[in-house]
């Protein structure tokens, strides 16, 4: 047993679809989240500027002291998780990994699409992997760079993401793709616009789900489950707005955030 906290952190808000996930998969878990809300994107950012971000993030975790550290977050699992790894002792989950897993365990015609922001589909960390594991797998990527603001501004169901779902989506879909990887975990807010665009035959793999079931598999391997809940079981930190956050994250998680936000100086981690 280990009582101590989950870290979990992304680049603003739509790491809470994790967090979500997480709550239904390990109730009795404590969560220590970190949205860099100040900062946000992190998909446009240079390599360098986004394993420099996510050390500050991570920082500011192991400062909360806690035991593992999940990021929900596809631009950074993509680009900076290798250089985390290496300087890092405490155990750290990405999405990558996990939500490849469950792609190929989906598809059936072997045609696998891959949206995600600019940072993630630049690194090619997800058809890399599902051709080590698949090698006569077809993939077809996209970048969409416009989901993260249009999410992180409420837009989930308006008219603005159902036009750029079409711009962004129309050759995957000519494809013939049965799959489609949500590799962004802000990207579920946008799941049934997404789902309408593409059509019932295709299947769409969330990012936030598949690391939620990867954090619970680790936690059972290692024993490292939770005895009993903190007093403040999720606690939540931002870069930026505290209002805005609790206002839209009660949207993401499907439950009212009140009073649980601190603001905090990331530079200083």
């Known amino acids: 047993m280990d009582n101590r906290s989950i870290g979990v952190f992304d680049s603003g808000l739509g790491g809470l679809t994790a967090v979500k996930q997480i709550m239904q998969e390990l109730p009795e878990e404590n969560i220590v989240y970190f949205g860099d809300t100040g900062r946000v994107p992190y998909g446009t950012r240079s390599r360098e500027t986004i394993i420099k971000y996510s050390k500050n993030d991570v920082n500011f975790l192991l400062s909360e002291n806690v035991k593992v550290i999940v990021i929900a977050c596809g631009t950074v699992s993509s680009v900076a998780i290798s250089a985390l790894k290496e300087e890092y002792d405490v155990p750290i989950i990405g999405v990558v990994e996990a939500t490849a897993a469950a792609a190929l365990s989906a598809s059936k015609n072997g045609k696998i699409g891959i949206i995600g922001t600019p940072g993630t589909i630049k690194s090619g960390s997800y058809e890399r992997l ?60 946008l799941k049934k616009t997404i789902a309408r665009y593409m059509g019932d035959e295709v299947t769409l793999i969330d990012a936030g789900a598949e690391v939620a079931r990867a954090l619970k598999a680790y936690l059972d391997e290692n ?18 707005n505290v209002d805005g956050f609790e206002n839209l994250g009660g949207l993401f998680l499907e439950k009212k955030i009140d009073g649980q936000v601190e603001k905090i100086d990331i530079e200083k981690y």
């Open 130 to 189: 599902l051709k080590e594991k698949k090698p006569q797998i077809k993939t077809f990527a996209r970048a969409c760079p416009l989901y993260v603001p249009l999410v992180e501004n409420g837009h989930f169901e308006t008219k603005v993401s159902e036009l750029v779902t079409e711009e962004y989506l129309e050759e995957i879909r000519e494809k013939g793709v049965d799959t489609l990887i949500l590799g962004c975990t802000h990207y579920p807010l």
């Open 223 to 240: 024993g490292l489950h939770s005895a009993k809940r903190d007093k403040q079981q999720y606690r939540y930190f931002v870069s930026d």
